[in-house]
């Protein structure tokens, strides 16, 4: 079974232009995460998508946004971009969970460099 | 609100010598899910195990194992006999079952297995 999947895998903006993030989930998987990871801040939550539908948000700014298709794939866009935006952005995919929390696989992330 | 900590930030080991990386969590759920994952230098973050708050049972898997212990709110994880394969970055992470809470991850412990 294939992995999740993140196009492109990297990329160079700079400073107020948008970007947008792909991710393909596991073939079955219907809850997609994304997370941001830099050297100071460490991993953090940005969003999560299930059934076309953001579940759980974290604590970032509404340049952040995202959106998953019936197909279960996702995107994030980034608007305005700020130097403060580079890191490695990384999607996650896990089974239908409605109880619990699912493990989640994650993909090789995207790097975003914004000059 | 949940937190997870690592207070070892880089370790460093020949090869061949057991190590164990320290996590320590909070939370005030009752029903909580505990993971690790390994973060090689190419990004990709690679599931490692799960532990379920209700099953306190320690796992071992070839050369690594892991102790969980609700009394001391900890979950570590030791690599016997390391290897430079082992090198990487290990993130110990916890999830709360209540709201479908994301995935809140320690800062990371920087393994380096010298040969």
């Known amino acids: 079974k294939a992995g999740v999947t993140q196009t492109p895998r990297y990329l160079i903006k700079t400073r107020g232009q948008q970007v947008t993030l792909s991710c393909s989930p596991i073939s079955g998987h219907r809850s997609v995460s994304w997370y941001q990871q830099t050297p100071g801040q460490g991993l953090q939550f940005l969003f999560e998508y299930f059934s076309e539908t953001q579940r759980n948000k974290g604590n970032f700014p509404g340049r952040f946004s995202g959106r998953q298709f019936s197909n279960s794939r996702s995107e994030m866009n980034v608007s305005t971009l700020e130097l403060g935006d580079s890191a490695l952005y990384l999607c996650?995919?896990?089974?239908?969970?409605?109880?619990?929390?699912?493990?989640?696989?994650f993909g090789p992330g995207t790097r975003l460099t914004v000059l | 609100a949940q937190k997870v900590t690592q207070a070892q930030t880089e370790i460093s080991v020949v090869e061949k010598e057991d190590v164990t990386l320290d996590c320590v969590y909070e939370t005030r759920d009752t029903t909580y899910y505990l993971f690790w994952y390994k973060q090689p230098p190419s990004g990709e973050l690679v599931f490692l195990i799960r532990?379920?708050?209700?099953?306190?049972q320690n796992e071992i898997s070839g050369r690594y194992s892991w102790n969980f212990q609700k009394s001391t709110s900890s979950f570590n994880f030791t690599i016997t006999a390391s290897q430079v394969v082992d090198s990487a970055v290990y993130f110990c992470a916890l999830s709360e079952a209540a709201g479908n809470t994301p995935l809140v991850f320690g800062k990371g412990t920087r393994l380096s297995v010298i040969a």
């Open positions: 996650a995919s896990s089974l239908p969970d409605y109880v619990g929390r699912d493990t989640q696989y």
């Open positions: 532990r379920n708050s209700f099953d306190e």
